[in-house]
């Protein structure tokens, strides 16, 4: 079982009310790194990941004989990153000024809103039909 944050918008006419994030490692991040946080909108974090890694495998490269390293250095970065992108987004949704309503848990993200909007009532906005 996963837990999940969950965190609501402060703005109460964006399309999107609540967020769930994922406690702990990330597996998308860490086969797609910077691409999964450019699909994420994360480009602060995407960029950052790019310049330590450029800087990284330039220092290999300047100082070490053996190419084998940068392989390591990427499998290593992109492990450490993974555990801890997802805390990146809780950072950067704190200081969008989202607050952070309730922790889940569920198998899965389908799973763990569902118990989370089993037990919280929110508002019914119903459709006027005129």
């Known amino acids: 079982m996963s837990i999940f ?5 402060p703005n109460p006419l964006s399309s999107e009310v609540i967020v769930l994030i994922k406690e702990g490692f990330c597996w998308p991040a860490f086969f797609f790194s910077f691409l999964w946080a450019f699909y994420e909108g994360l480009w602060s974090l995407a960029f950052l990941f790019l ?3 450029i800087c990284g ?3 290999i490269k300047i100082f070490f004989i053996n190419d084998n390293l940068v392989y ?7 492990f450490v990153y993974a555990f801890l992108v997802n805390d990146f987004r809780r950072i950067l949704i704190y200081f969008k000024g989202w607050s952070s309503v309730a922790i889940v848990q569920g198998r899965n993200l389908k799973e763990a809103e569902e118990r989370f909007f089993s037990f919280c009532k929110f508002p019914d906005f119903e459709r006027s039909n005129t």
């Open 51 to 53: 310049v330590l890694l």
């Open 5 to 9: 944050t969950v965190y609501e918008n």
């Open 57 to 59: 495998i330039t220092f």
């Open 72 to 78: 390591l250095y990427f499998v290593l970065f992109n």
